[in-house]
Structure formats: structure tokens, C-alpha cells
């Protein structure tokens, strides 16, 4: 009875438009929610290549120190300073293979 009585006071046209507006916004939403889950598996897969690309960067530095012994060469003492800690799950990888 109430939603009757609500169409009395208010016309069809002004409840027409709630219901609409009720409407778009429960499609917004669900296409919204579809969004952000995208968004979080996206993101996931960034911090894995990131977690790779530092992993094979501290490979590809180990590699040049173990040529470049091999070869009788020095290896670039400043490069090896300038090469960051590997971090994963939020611990530093100190070894230095």
C-alpha cells in the first residue's frame, strides 16, 4: 500500500525516475565491482614481473662478477655497489650470491 500511496503524492513520472535511478546504479556498481577485480589481478601480476625483473637484474650482475673472474678481468666494483637488495615479501635478500 505504501508504494501506491507513494505514486499518488509524488506522480508516475518522479517514481518512474527513482526506480531508474535505483536501476542504473545497481548496473554501475556491478560493472564497477567487475573493474576493481580486474584492477587487483592486474596488480598482481605487476609485483610478480617486478619481484622477476629485480631477481634477473641481481642474476645478470652475478653473472658479469663470475665472467669477468673467470676472465681474469676486475669486475666493476662500482656497478656492484649500485645494485639494490633484492626484496621479497618484505625481506631483504642480503646473500649476494
Known amino acids: 500500500m505504501e508504494m501506491f ?5 509524488v506522480g508516475t513520472s518522479i517514481a518512474a525516475t527513482v526506480v531508474l535511478g535505483y536501476f542504473i546504479f545497481l ?3 556491478q560493472i564497477l565491482d567487475g573493474i576493481v577485480d580486474d584492477l587487483k589481478t592486474l596488480t598482481g601480476f605487476c609485483k610478480m614481473l ?3 625483473a629485480r631477481s634477473m637484474s641481481n ?3 652475478k653473472i658479469d662478477t663470475l665472467v669477468s673472474s673467470a ?3 676486475t ?3 662500482d656497478r656492484l655497489a649500485r645494485a639494490e637488495n633484492f626484496v621479497e615479501d618484505g625481506k631483504v635478500d642480503v ?3
Open 5 to 9: 500511496d507513494l505514486l499518488r503524492d
Open 27 to 29: 548496473v554501475l556498481k
Open 50 to 52: 617486478e619481484t622477476r
Open 59 to 61: 642474476e645478470m650482475v
Open 71 to 73: 676472465l681474469g678481468l
Open 75 to 77: 669486475p666493476d666494483v
Open 95 to 97: 646473500r649476494r650470491d
